[in-house]
């Protein structure tokens, strides 16, 4: 009985910014990784940005210097503060995580939440 919720998006004009918010809850017993991943219209899902499990991050090639990732542990909380936003990051954004939980230890479970909808737009 894990949970992942986000919240944060919305509608912006371009060169704006937005911050989203994906917090884990349930029996959690560690997480071993976690991030976010988006999927535009007529498009695979694809990384955007996430903590591995040796607590460095990854980046899409097209975000870098434009977006960054954050967490708080205590919280079991991750956040993307996404800036100069432009029309093609339009997307509903997932937050994803790989966890193990306090009723099957030793097993590591992916994890995917609703999505929260990104749109830029003038």
């Known amino acids: 009985q894990v949970r992942l919720v986000e919240s944060g998006g919305g509608l912006v004009q371009p060169g704006g910014s937005l911050r989203l918010s994906c917090t884990a809850s349930?029996?959690?017993?560690?997480?071993?990784?976690m991030g976010w991943y988006r999927q535009a219209p007529g498009k695979q899902r694809e990384l955007v940005a996430a903590?591995?499990?040796?607590?460095?991050?990854n980046y899409a090639d097209s975000v870098k210097g434009r977006f960054t990732i954050s967490r708080d542990n205590a919280q079991n909380t991750v956040y993307l503060q996404m800036n100069s936003l432009k029309a093609e990051d339009t997307a509903v954004h997932y937050c994803?995580?790989?966890?193990?939980?306090?009723?099957?230890?030793?097993?590591?479970?992916?994890?995917w939440g609703q999505g929260t909808q990104v749109t830029v737009s003038s």
């Open positions: 349930g029996s959690i017993f560690s997480i071993n990784a």
């Open positions: 994803n995580a790989v966890l193990v939980e306090t009723t099957l230890l030793g097993y590591k479970y992916d994890y």
């Open positions: 903590f591995t499990s040796g607590g460095s991050t």
